[in-house]
């Protein structure tokens, strides 16, 4: 157990390392967030009044911010150089359809979940619980979309439940832990299942998705260390989008660690290094 965790420990080690030289290298990415964000809200806000045919067009640009959101993060961890404002613009397209795909196959059991559990008088458990199942299995969709190889949506969900089923207890380790002021806030169970029913609905493919964790996040640290209301709206706004791409990096290299090796190879690769 000790090697285990001395073992888990220099992997994230690795992780942050690598997260901090990305993010040195993408900077760039986290005022992009933020023009994402204004563009979407202000999609969403023309889109609202046209009905289906609004969310038709609010999904699509949805899944060109967010794949060009990926194309961005995939330079940034995989990448040695700078993130140009060139690479913001040839960004988009990359992973549109990969998203567009992955929402579609959700949407019809997403539907099918929303209207069977509307008669139940325990609807809201059992779509917290399915929805939360979702954020599990399909937690790391994004990474797989742009580092594992993929012919299909199906071959994303599979990849992705494969890899949690394998590696779940050094991918969630983290982010158990940086929702900890969430979960032991006096709202925190209904906070964390609105976090994780929103995210599990979209398998983390909605660009609100990826900065409402960070959000909630932040949101709850500066609230658990007592900062005054209007700095902590202050720093809310300031800190959620350098939080949510750190986040992204983070994810990423973990990602790419964990499936370049099993848990007997971290051991063993530590046992080497120690000289035990």
Do not use: C
Not at 142 to 170: C, G, M, N
Not at 244 to 249: D, F, G, S, V
Request: hydrophobic share 55%; aromatic share 10%; glycine share 10%.
């Amino acid at each position: 157990m000790g090697e285990l965790l001395s073992a888990t420990v220099h992997l994230y080690r690795q992780a942050l390392q690598a997260t901090w030289r990305s993010l040195a290298r993408g900077w760039l990415t986290i005022l992009v967030l933020v023009a994402f964000g204004v563009l979407f809200l202000g999609a969403a806000r023309i889109a609202g009044p046209l009905g289906m045919v609004g969310g038709l067009v609010l999904g699509m640009v949805n899944a060109l911010l967010v794949g060009a959101t990926l194309r961005l993060i995939e330079q940034a961890v995989s990448a040695t150089k700078t993130i140009q404002l060139s690479d913001v613009m040839e960004s988009f397209g990359h992973y549109f359809w990969d998203v567009i795909s992955v929402g579609f196959v959700l949407w019809l059991p997403m539907m099918a979940l929303d209207m069977g559990v509307q008669a139940n008088p325990y609807g809201q458990f059992l779509s917290s619980a399915a929805l939360l199942l979702l954020f599990v299995l399909l937690n790391p969709a994004p990474e797989v979309i742009y580092q594992a190889r993929h012919d299909s949506p199906l071959d994303v969900i599979k990849t992705s439940y494969e890899f949690v089923l394998e590696h779940w207890i050094e991918w969630f380790l983290p982010f158990v832990l940086l929702l900890l002021p969430v979960v032991l806030s006096p709202t925190g169970l209904r906070e964390f299942f609105e976090i994780t029913s929103g995210v599990g609905r979209g398998a983390g493919l909605g660009l609100i998705q990826i900065l409402l964790l960070p959000f909630a996040v932040v949101g709850s640290w500066l609230a658990y260390v007592g900062l005054d209301p209007e700095a902590q709206q202050l720093l809310l706004l300031v800190l959620t989008p350098p939080a949510a791409t750190a986040i992204l990096l983070f994810r990423g290299h973990l990602f790419a660690l964990l499936r370049g090796s099993s848990r007997r190879q971290r051991l063993f690769a530590r046992r080497v290094d120690t000289g035990v």
